[in-house]
Nanobody
Framework: QVQLVESGGGLVQPGGSLRLSCTAS????????MRWYRQAPGKERELVAA????????NYADSMKGRFTISRDNAKNTVYLQMNNLKPEDTAVYYC??????????WGQGTQVTVSS
């Protein structure tokens, strides 16, 4: 059974940091590129960051560059999103996504991140 389980979300003050984790099971994690998306209330889901199957080629949405870092540990079947200098507009549900091709595309259940004073 394929599972992606996100954790690490919560309430943080502006300027604070959070580290999200997404642990995978039920498929060969190291064969999949991994992505983080987010969806704020009333908005479409947007891509936050992506990383290749071997950990190379990380890339970020423009508004996250310099603040967010995506990484992965294939030995632990886990992808991370380190988020620094958080802003209220970063408030959203954050989802991890594993993709190999259009037929093999899996999603986690999401974790809430709220940035508020």
């Amino acid at each position: 059974q394929v599972q992606l389980v996100e954790s690490g979300g919560g309430l943080v003050q502006p300027g604070g940091s959070l580290r999200l984790s997404c642990t995978a099971s039920g498929f060969t994690f190291s064969n999949y590129a991994m992505r983080w998306y987010r969806q704020a209330p009333g908005k479409e889901r947007e891509l936050v960051a992506a990383i290749g199957s071997a950990g190379g080629r990380p890339n970020y949405a423009d508004s996250m560059k310099g603040r967010f870092t995506i990484s992965r540990d294939n030995a632990k079947n886990t992808v991370y999103l380190q988020m620094n200098n958080l802003k209220p507009e970063d408030t959203a549900v954050y989802y991890c996504n594993a993709v190999r091709n259009p037929l093999y595309n899996y999603w986690g259940q999401g974790t809430q991140v709220t940035v508020s004073s």
